[in-house]
């Protein structure tokens, strides 16, 4: 299997985030690529690869034409203001404020966004940009008929929906190469997000189409972040309902309550017909996990990747959460490897 990669990610690092209360260090950082990109090359997996430049037209497809151009110019207006400091959002329109899209940046970055887990620095959209350049790479190898590509993006994409970010998510990379594979050729595609929280980006994007099938196992929305999304009774919506399959699971959920859900998705997406599948490849359901509470353990990562091989469908991975530093790279190539063990 190959592994797309760039170095760019290196130029997003944003400073600090809150986390229950406080103010922390970011769980999202660079070493995270790092040591997944050092567990591709140790353990063999295949050749790694730098990305395509593939444009803005197959991000502008999924996402909001004037959300792409903001945070593409975000930082320039922030620098001339004088700041050189992290940009980040402070105000977002609660119920029956008028949401219009404020002048400034300061009003954008809450228009714009749904959390203040977005931190962006000078690099960040540039690392952002090349990110879902790697998975548009990566899906660009399922079209020409591999059976499988791994995309190792940073940051994640999952939480962006189509005009806005949050949860270290700016663009949605899994979305974009799933729109990419259906602009190819695909008729039906279906993701499978096992990140440890909803993918509540990539059900925003979808939640209207049956041509995606969208399904998501996660810590329960009661209790987790984000919140607000990821409840099992968001079926999708207009023609899209029907397409949208949420497991949400209890805090202490390990290996045998997970797989239990896995296996549900696996049935449903085996009825649904895809031409090719899409992994939203998280890794903080792990045990030590430290913004996380399932309770998965590494050799569980094999067992995940052999049975999403079952499918028999062509599989595209991309990297989402995973803050377990020490072993994402370990628990993350274990699903890699369990997968290409079965073909
Ligand atoms: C991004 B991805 C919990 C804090 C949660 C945001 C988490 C974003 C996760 N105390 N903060 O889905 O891994
Ligand atoms: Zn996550």
Same mark, same amino acid.
């Given at each position: 299997?190959? @592994?797309?990669?760039?170095?760019?990610?290196r130029?997003?690092?944003?400073?600090?985030?809150l986390?229950?209360?406080?103010?922390?260090?970011?769980?999202?950082?660079?070493? $995270?690529?790092?040591?997944?990109? #050092?567990?591709?090359?140790? @353990?063999?997996?295949?050749?790694?690869?730098?990305?395509?430049?593939?444009?803005?037209?197959?991000?502008?497809?999924?996402?909001?034409?004037?959300?792409?151009?903001?945070?593409?110019?975000?930082?320039?207006?922030? !620098?001339?203001?004088?700041?050189?400091?992290?940009?980040?959002? *402070?105000?977002?329109?609660?119920?029956?404020?008028?949401?219009?899209c404020? #002048?400034?940046?300061d009003?954008?970055?809450?228009?714009?966004?749904?959390?203040?887990?977005?931190?962006?620095?000078?690099?960040?959209w540039?690392?952002?940009?090349?990110?879902?350049?790697?998975?548009?790479s990566a899906?660009?190898?399922?079209?020409?008929?591999?059976?499988?590509?791994?995309?190792?993006?940073?940051?994640?994409?999952?939480?962006?929906?189509?005009?806005?970010?949050?949860?270290?998510?700016?663009?949605?990379?899994?979305?974009?190469? @799933?729109?990419a594979? *259906?602009?190819?050729?695909?008729?039906?595609?279906?993701?499978?997000?096992?990140?440890?929280?909803?993918?509540?980006?990539?059900?925003?994007i979808?939640?209207?189409?049956?041509? /995606?099938?969208?399904?998501?196992?996660?810590?329960?929305?009661?209790?987790?972040?984000?919140?607000?999304?990821?409840?099992?009774?968001?079926?999708? #919506?207009?023609?899209?309902?029907?397409?949208?399959?949420?497991?949400?699971?209890?805090?202490?959920?390990?290996w @045998?309550?997970?797989?239990?859900?896995?296996?549900?998705?696996? $049935?449903v997406? !085996?009825?649904?017909?895809?031409?090719?599948?899409? /992994?939203?490849?998280?890794?903080?359901?792990?045990?030590?996990?430290?913004?996380?509470?399932?309770?998965?353990?590494?050799p569980?990562?094999?067992?995940?990747?052999?049975?999403i091989?079952?499918?028999?469908?062509?599989?595209?991975?991309?990297?989402?959460?995973?803050?377990?530093?020490?072993?994402i790279?370990?628990?993350?190539?274990?699903?890699l490897s369990g997968?290409?063990s079965?073909?």
């Amino acid at each position: 299997m190959q @592994t797309f990669y760039s170095d760019d990610h290196r130029l997003h690092h944003g400073q600090a985030e809150l986390n229950n209360g406080q103010l922390m260090p970011c769980f999202e950082k660079p070493s $995270r690529a790092d040591m997944v990109l #050092e567990r591709v090359r140790s @353990t063999g997996l295949g050749p790694v690869q730098a990305p395509e430049d593939f444009g803005l037209a197959p991000i502008k497809r999924v996402h909001d034409s004037q959300f792409v151009d903001f945070l593409k110019g975000a930082w320039a207006r922030w !620098a001339a203001l004088g700041r050189s400091h992290d940009m980040l959002p *402070l105000a977002w329109p609660p119920r029956r404020m008028p949401a219009r899209c404020p #002048e400034d940046i300061d009003g954008q970055l809450g228009y714009y966004s749904f959390d203040a887990g977005v931190p962006m620095n000078a690099g960040s959209w540039q690392a952002i940009y090349s990110s879902a350049q790697v998975a548009l790479s990566a899906q660009a190898r399922l079209a020409t008929g591999d059976q499988a590509a791994f995309a190792l993006c940073r940051p994640p994409g999952h939480h962006a929906g189509i005009d806005y970010m949050g949860g270290y998510c700016y663009l949605n990379n899994a979305a974009i190469a @799933t729109q990419a594979l *259906l602009d190819g050729g695909a008729r039906k595609v279906a993701i499978l997000d096992v990140d440890f929280h909803h993918g509540n980006g990539t059900q925003d994007i979808f939640y209207q189409r049956p041509d /995606v099938l969208f399904l998501s196992i996660h810590g329960d929305p009661r209790h987790e972040y984000p919140c607000f999304a990821g409840y099992a009774d968001e079926r999708g #919506e207009g023609a899209g309902l029907g397409y949208n399959y949420n497991y949400p699971l209890a805090a202490g959920s390990d290996w @045998t309550r997970w797989s239990q859900a896995l296996a549900d998705a696996l $049935r449903v997406i !085996a009825g649904y017909g895809a031409d090719a599948l899409v /992994v939203s490849l998280g890794v903080d359901t792990y045990k030590q996990d430290p913004i996380s509470s399932f309770k998965l353990d590494s050799p569980d990562y094999l067992r995940m990747g052999e049975q999403i091989a079952s499918l028999g469908l062509p599989s595209l991975f991309v990297m989402e959460g995973g803050y377990a530093v020490e072993e994402i790279g370990i628990n993350a190539v274990n699903v890699l490897s369990g997968f290409s063990s079965r073909r």
